[in-house]
DNA sequence: AGATGTGATAGTCACTGTCTATCGAGACAG
DNA sequence: CTGTCTCGATAGACAGTGACTATCACATCT
């Protein structure tokens, strides 16, 4: 049986004749009649008595009408659903961000994102690395913004923008009357967040390996590191997107003479057919970051 | 699109794999791929995300398959009725019947009605012969039965069964000493039914014209007019199945002299489908009514 | 009786859905 | 890291079928 064949036969029905419902087809008179024959002996049932006069509907035809016209509205909804849904800049996009990004690059992107793309419903999921990638991986997420790169082929990520990092100081503390911090200084007493944060990966590749540190007091996420700097346990490496966050908090800050950082991109499955939302998504927040990293130089 | 399209695009979102999903319809696996695809084109939306180890709908899937779903439910559904009406012999079966004959016939054949054809929901429709046939050709009903034949080419008729008119005297009527009346005799002083009714039309031929009716004594019904016989008002003609009311009326009845009386047939339209119907349904009746002229003779 | 209008039928053609055979990309084990 | 296996995609051939035009059969109306 055939959706075609459905329309014919509501035409028909519909029209009481078979001349017309061809017209209104589009089709010719005797394609209807061969088909709603055929119709009539794949159901086994007679659904118009054809009379020179008029074409009347059976009571069988009576009882099936109804179905009929729910299936062929059916099939007209899948067609109006998939309109809708065929802007790939269009429709829910989940895109994870890590904890150390989200709370202060969120706020600056939400605005341009709704106005460059006000049809995407972005979808927020904050996470760790790895979470973010598995999920990824499992199809829960559409893009992910982390700040390290992808492992495996059946990942891609672009570069949005570089993230320097600034030496985050407690106002008392000794570095604090330097105009520039180095690494080595800082690794004196530096402190870090608790495993899985790819910034505490990257602060200790920045300062050095450091059996030093104090391993009770490693911060659950990044306001709590902060805070712990702010309270003068120790120095720290901060983001350079959270910078008005730490200088609320009371805390010095002072550009690295090295001007370590990292770089935060978006990644998605190699697969995903909505490529064009991620770059789109991609773009926006590329643009919003321009000339970011040295404005934070500039500090 | 197309309603088998559909159910593949169902099997391989339901088995994650094509080879599968296609072993599901009966059909290769390269026809799954090219059909999902040429789905994916005309909708404009991608559906599914290819992997080596998995197929995985898209979020754009996901917001079509609920009415995907619904579609081919439906369609389903539609063969599904299609096969409980198939059966010509059963569901809804619209009988019309001449109300001369409506309440003496049906007590007589509804029980093998049911008994023979229990599938048939037969709705008895009450009327006079022309409101009958009018309500046959504007497909109101499905048949009728009649004792008049019918005209026009667009309409059939089989005799089902013969009925013989029986005298209706008073009690107190010098006839009722006769053992047979003729017709020349009941003429005198007979009654006969409001227009409409083919049975008034039947007496006033079987008895001659006579414009020296009584024209105010024109009984609505036969329950009526056996009341008036009762009440000595005159003499009538009664169809052999009202022999038991008129009995119980406290009428005396006499056969005629000539053995007058009226076929009972059942008409249908021409192109109706359902022809089985209505032979069943006559053939229930005239086995029920086999061997009636002869027994009526016999009163 | 001829004209008109209706649905049914016949014959032809092009499209398309399906098949088999094969390819190319990944995944996995030795 | 290379051979092997699995999976989906592709190519080419073929059959089925839906659509067309032309025509018929039948009924109605003038």
């Given at each position: 049986m055939n959706l075609r064949d459905l329309r014919y036969l509501l035409a028909v029905a519909e029209h009481g004749h078979f001349g017309r419902a061809a017209e209104a087809c589009g089709v010719s008179q005797p394609t209807l009649s061969v088909q709603i024959r055929k119709m009539e002996e794949t159901l086994g049932v007679v659904l118009f008595e054809r009379t020179s006069k008029a074409v009347v509907r059976t009571t069988a035809c009576e009882h099936l009408i109804g179905h009929i016209r729910a299936a062929v509205a059916e099939t007209d909804a899948i067609v109006a659903v998939a309109r809708g849904l065929r802007?790939?800049?269009a429709g829910r996009f989940r895109l994870g961000i890590i904890p150390t990004l989200a709370p202060y690059l969120l706020p600056l992107v939400f605005a341009p994102l709704r106005e460059r793309l006000p049809a995407l419903d972005i979808e927020p999921w904050e996470d760790q690395t790895v979470a973010l990638l598995e999920r990824l991986r499992a199809h829960d997420l559409d893009a992910a913004l982390l700040a390290t790169d992808v492992d495996g082929p059946d990942l891609l990520s672009r570069p949005l923008f570089a993230e320097p990092f600034l030496a985050a100081l407690p106002?008392?503390?000794?570095?604090?009357?330097?105009?520039v911090v180095t690494e080595a200084e800082l690794a004196r007493d530096i402190l870090v967040l608790a495993d899985g944060h790819c910034l505490r990966d990257q602060t200790l590749t920045a300062c050095g390996q450091?059996?030093?540190?104090?391993?009770?007091?490693?911060?659950?996420?990044l306001p709590t590191l902060l805070n712990m700097v702010a309270a003068g346990y120790g120095t720290t490496l901060i983001p350079g997107l959270a910078a008005g966050a730490a200088e609320d908090a009371g805390i010095v800050l002072r550009p690295l003479a090295t001007a370590a950082g990292r770089t935060v991109r978006i990644a998605w499955r190699a697969?995903?057919?909505r490529r064009a939302a991620v770059e789109a998504v991609g773009d926006v927040i590329a643009t919003r970051l321009r000339g970011f990293a040295e404005a934070v130089g500039t500090i």
């Amino acid at each position: 049986m055939n959706l075609r064949d459905l329309r014919y036969l509501l035409a028909v029905a519909e029209h009481g004749h078979f001349g017309r419902a061809a017209e209104a087809c589009g089709v010719s008179q005797p394609t209807l009649s061969v088909q709603i024959r055929k119709m009539e002996e794949t159901l086994g049932v007679v659904l118009f008595e054809r009379t020179s006069k008029a074409v009347v509907r059976t009571t069988a035809c009576e009882h099936l009408i109804g179905h009929i016209r729910a299936a062929v509205a059916e099939t007209d909804a899948i067609v109006a659903v998939a309109r809708g849904l065929r802007d790939p800049l269009a429709g829910r996009f989940r895109l994870g961000i890590i904890p150390t990004l989200a709370p202060y690059l969120l706020p600056l992107v939400f605005a341009p994102l709704r106005e460059r793309l006000p049809a995407l419903d972005i979808e927020p999921w904050e996470d760790q690395t790895v979470a973010l990638l598995e999920r990824l991986r499992a199809h829960d997420l559409d893009a992910a913004l982390l700040a390290t790169d992808v492992d495996g082929p059946d990942l891609l990520s672009r570069p949005l923008f570089a993230e320097p990092f600034l030496a985050a100081l407690p106002p008392e503390h000794p570095l604090a009357r330097h105009v520039v911090v180095t690494e080595a200084e800082l690794a004196r007493d530096i402190l870090v967040l608790a495993d899985g944060h790819c910034l505490r990966d990257q602060t200790l590749t920045a300062c050095g390996q450091s059996g030093a540190l104090g391993g009770a007091l490693r911060a659950a996420s990044l306001p709590t590191l902060l805070n712990m700097v702010a309270a003068g346990y120790g120095t720290t490496l901060i983001p350079g997107l959270a910078a008005g966050a730490a200088e609320d908090a009371g805390i010095v800050l002072r550009p690295l003479a090295t001007a370590a950082g990292r770089t935060v991109r978006i990644a998605w499955r190699a697969r995903f057919p909505r490529r064009a939302a991620v770059e789109a998504v991609g773009d926006v927040i590329a643009t919003r970051l321009r000339g970011f990293a040295e404005a934070v130089g500039t500090i």
